[in-house]
């Protein structure tokens, strides 16, 4: 192991080096370290375990998410959806106030008001927040998952990209046991209007309640569309797309 001397002050691995700061400075060392098996069983590592099972419990709450968005989440997402969610998914475990070191989750973090309002507002695709897509409130009805947009004119209330002639809204109601690992959801029907200056209203109501005695996730997908002799055609695969976790319970 040595100490960086100059100013390059960078941290990561670089052909096999290893860069990283500590309370020495920025220092390097060779690829390698540390073995898995001491870390495992060296009495020393006991915090690195604790933080490794945590980790590991965090990205199993982040792809019980994804798994239980199910087939909207094809929609609109973005390529670092994965390590997004589980940098999130680190902080709201944060909030469990209940577990020992190394068994701190989600599923109890989340059960906090604070849990609760981290992951409220999420978008899927950080390449179209809903923030910047839908300039119209909504409500959301808790009890049935209905989301309603009222007094909404498409195209002035979205920012659409060029070349889209409609656009499709649809909701997600979801019931998410992260302790058991249990889910249930139901969607509403597509809405789909054309992008003009008419005043409309969207009424989106999923289909059923969704059972189960988890926590109950309410999501808002938007998609653009170009039609094109009658067909509709999805814009640059979904890049356009917002989806959003708009309320939880």
């Known amino acids: 192991m040595g100490k960086l001397a100059g100013i390059i002050k960078i941290e990561g691995t670089l052909d096999g080096l290893t860069f990283y700061k500590s309370q020495d400075g920025y220092m390097v060392r060779t690829k390698g370290g540390v073995s898995k098996k001491r870390i495992m069983t060296d009495p020393a590592f006991a915090r690195t375990r604790e933080n490794l099972s945590e980790f590991a419990l965090n990205a199993k709450s982040g792809k019980l998410i994804r798994d239980a968005t199910g087939v909207i989440l094809n929609r609109a997402k973005d390529p670092k959806l994965s390590s997004r969610m589980l940098q999130l998914m680190n902080t709201i475990k944060n909030f469990d106030a209940v577990s020992a070191r190394g068994k701190r989750n989600v599923a109890a973090g989340i059960a906090s008001e604070e849990g609760k309002q981290l992951l409220k507002g999420f978008d899927f695709n950080i390449k179209a927040p809903l923030a910047s897509v839908l300039q119209a409130s909504f409500t959301v009805a808790t009890d049935t998952g209905t989301i309603a ?3 909404f ?7 659409t990209p060029n070349n889209a002639t409609h656009v499709s809204f649809r909701s997600a109601f979801i019931n998410l046991n992260l302790a ?5 959801k139901s969607y509403s029907p597509i809405s789909n209007v054309l992008l ?13 309640v969704p059972a ?5 996730l309410y999501l808002l997908l938007i998609e653009f569309y170009q039609d094109v002799n ?3 055609y ?3 695969s979904g890049n356009y797309n917002a989806l959003n976790l708009v309320e939880i319970l």
Do not use: A, H, K, W
């Open 149 to 151: 947009i009222t007094d």
């Open 153 to 159: 004119i498409p195209l002035e209330q979205l920012s």
């Open 180 to 184: 058991t690992g249990l889910f249930d």
């Open 196 to 208: 003009d200056q008419n005043l409309i209203t969207v009424n989106l109501t999923p289909e059923q």
């Open 212 to 216: 189960g005695s988890g926590i109950q």
């Open 230 to 232: 009658g067909i509709q």
């Open 234 to 236: 999805p814009l640059r």
